[in-house]
């Protein structure tokens, strides 16, 4: 009984630790500080996934301003101008049109990636590695609700500059998908009609408008 009892301490501490990490926020924190400070940003990243099928890497890029983004992945291009996020399929040319939800979003929401801790997550530090001459802290997130299909997510920041090298998703039914960022260019010029979409742009295009 003593024993299990000591094991269930050691589980409450860690759980609280994990909540309270006060190294991870730190970290955490100089990250999203340095990317909300941007006007805009453009990353061009390598996109690999595996776990409950065949192993894929892929190369995307987004853009971002604000709520604005144009994302474009894995054979598709989703256009968010702040009130409608279409998503255009090359393969098919098709373009989806509905209304911007940001809760309907999810994962696929870069305006996202370097806030998504401060609101029903719980995180900790994990090492510092060391990579071509850069030192990185790896901080381990992960959601408060058992629901979520989110197992926890490990994010690479640069020790130095706080910007983000990579983050690996892992789902709860054992898929893992990894960010790596190529490029990163921060305040780049870009209009706002860069994020709504142009069917003028793509002859022959078939637009399904679900508004």
Request: hydrophobic residues 35%.
């Amino acid at each position: 009984m003593r024993k299990f009892l000591v094991v269930i301490a050691v589980g409450i501490s860690h759980l609280l630790y994990a909540q309270t990490d006060k190294r991870a926020a730190a970290i955490l924190d100089a990250m999203s500080n340095k990317y909300k400070s941007m006007t805009t940003f453009r990353v061009a990243f390598t996109y690999t996934s595996e776990g409950t099928g065949p192993k894929e890497t892929l190369k995307g890029d987004a853009t971002v301003k604000g709520t604005k983004f144009r994302l474009k992945m894995a054979g598709q291009e989703i256009f968010n101008d702040g009130k409608t996020m279409t998503t255009y399929i090359k393969e098919s040319n098709e373009a989806t049109v509905n209304n911007y939800d940001p809760k309907e979003v999810g994962d696929i929401d870069p305006t996202k990636v370097y806030t998504i801790y401060k609101k029903g997550y719980k995180y900790v530090f994990i090492e510092e590695v060391t990579e071509s001459g850069r030192v990185y802290e790896v901080v381990e997130i992960s959601p408060e609700k058992k629901e979520s299909k989110v197992a926890k997510v490990q994010i690479k920041v640069d020790k130095k500059d706080k910007s983000v090298k990579s983050w690996k998703i892992t789902q709860r039914n054992g898929q893992r998908v990894v960010f790596k960022v190529d490029k990163f260019t921060p305040n780049v010029s870009v209009e706002d009609k860069f994020f709504a979409f142009d069917a003028s742009q793509y002859k022959g295009v078939e637009v399904i408008d679900l508004r």
